[in-house]
């Protein structure tokens, strides 16, 4: 038998017990260990505030980039062990923002389903979209946050956006309802973004509060720029400096959306700077006056 594990439980003077392991092997002990430090990991885990990420753009089209930017968000603030990063959102921008190169939100939308189908955690909002006009960025956070809130507080099923009430719904994070905790939700940017705010008449300063003081910014940064410098000069961003979060991204990627239309239009390839998914879908639809000489034929469906 002592070859064997054997488990004898001993009883102590103040009725606690504990169990004591016999012939357990070394590996056996390990295995043990390590088992009891994951399942505490994952106890400490759900201690911990819970957050999500919202980008705001136009996606046109949506490129790995901006996929990366959420990962990059979530690795920082999982290493920091300091949140539990619960969900990812997308929001396109509504056709009536008018900017040059701007697809419709039609295809916008079903580039970004495609872009965020590997995910299991980014999910694609078209609220703004649909509404009757552009929408200013902390209104689209608000009404977000608005509806986590009241998801949260309605004590439904498990909100992974099948409840099948609405289709604005689906962008709701998985596992909503697995705590009663708050989810705090975050604008996730880049440092142009960021630098925006002191464009002359872009950028309303009430918004700039709101947006800073009561949601946070999740800033990504290229290595050797100097986001703490155009911190310090704004006297708004400064005062709430603790609500930003700057994360240097150390893998620099410089394809942007701009770039793509651009070599797409010159008849260039752009494999492997996009999803595959995405560029066929554009090659299909005839997107941002592709020439590529291998885009299929148009269909009966895509005409």
Known sequence: MWAKQLIAKISRSNNNSFWL???ETESEKVARKAKKMSAFIEETKSLLPRIAFIACGC???PTPMHMRMFEIAKDHFEMQGTHKVVGGIISPTHDSYGKKGLASALDRCAMVKLATQSSSWIRLSDWEVHQNQWMRTQAVLQYHQNYINNELNSGGPCGDGDDGNSHKASWLPRGLHDSRDPVHLKLLCGADLLESFAVPGLWA???IENIVANHGLVV???AGSNPGKFIFDSD???K??????LITNWVPNEVSSTLIRRLLGRGQSVKYLLDDLVLEYIKRQRLFNVKSQD???PTECDS
């Open 220 to 222: 990504i940064t290229r």
């Open 236 to 238: 708004i961003l400064t």
């Open 240 to 245: 709430y400096q603790n609500n930003i979060t």
């Open 205 to 207: 300063e009430a918004d």
């Open 59 to 61: 996606f046109s089209p």
């Open 21 to 23: 392991w016999i012939g």
């Open 295 to 297: 885009a299929p034929a």
